[in-house]
């Protein structure tokens, strides 16, 4: 039996790395043999083009290509190895955030991105996403409480306003695939919110 495939989404700073090791704890305890990934990355070359990405100066086209070069690579090596193998997946990031990001953010136009989604996934998409959806404003200042910033951390507010209204919009064209999490809320909250969404999406 095929694997399920479900992924992370948010704006920087919404909060899905803190709940991540919770919802893969959750999946195991469901009984299923769990990969966790992450994108850009995943892989030997896709962790060097994800420093590429995050680090150097480049083209809004350029890095849409690179993007989808560590994906092609993450698919072909870990991804579609392990769904076919009935193994689950979850990943922190897929192709929602290259809409968001380099289609919302950089301006790459959508038919661009949506050829080379076409070209990499091989009608490969996740049966559940969890979309953390905060205000940029609260973003920005849990990002200046944490690491160095990297290229897109960066970023102005109206980058990730830009970032955030492709996510909304993509939530709601496929409601059955997303779940929306208010991430404003207290982690504690928050965990015991997406604790019960994936329990309910687990049992279905």
Not at 56 to 84: C, D, N, W, Y
Not at 88 to 110: H, M
Request: charged share 25%; net charge negative; hydrophobic share 45%.
């Amino acid at each position: 039996m095929r694997g399920r495939f479900i992924t992370l989404e948010g704006i920087d700073g919404a909060g899905k790395s803190t709940q991540i090791e919770t919802i893969a704890d959750q999946i195991r305890e469901h009984g299923a043999d769990l990969v966790v990934t992450r994108e850009p990355g995943g892989t030997a070359l896709g962790e060097k083009l994800r420093e590429l990405v995050l680090h150097q100066a480049m083209e809004p086209r350029t890095e849409t290509l690179l993007v989808f070069a560590a994906r092609s690579q993450h698919i072909g090596a870990v991804i579609e190895p392990a769904l076919k193998a009935g193994r689950w997946v979850l990943c922190d990031r897929f192709t929602d955030a290259t809409y968001a990001y380099q289609g919302g953010g950089r301006g790459v136009p959508e038919a661009d991105i949506a050829a080379l989604e076409h070209l990499v996934h091989r009608n490969l998409q996740p049966d559940l996403t969890l979309l953390f959806d905060v205000p940029p404003e609260v973003a920005a200042l849990r990002l200046a409480k944490a690491r160095a910033a990297d290229r897109f951390e960066q970023e102005h507010a109206q980058f990730f306003a830009r970032v955030r209204q492709i996510y909304i919009e993509r939530a709601l064209l496929d409601p059955r695939r997303f779940v929306v999490i208010d991430g404003t809320q207290d982690a504690e909250v928050v965990g015991q919110f997406v604790r019960e969404r994936v329990a309910r999406w687990l049992n279905t």
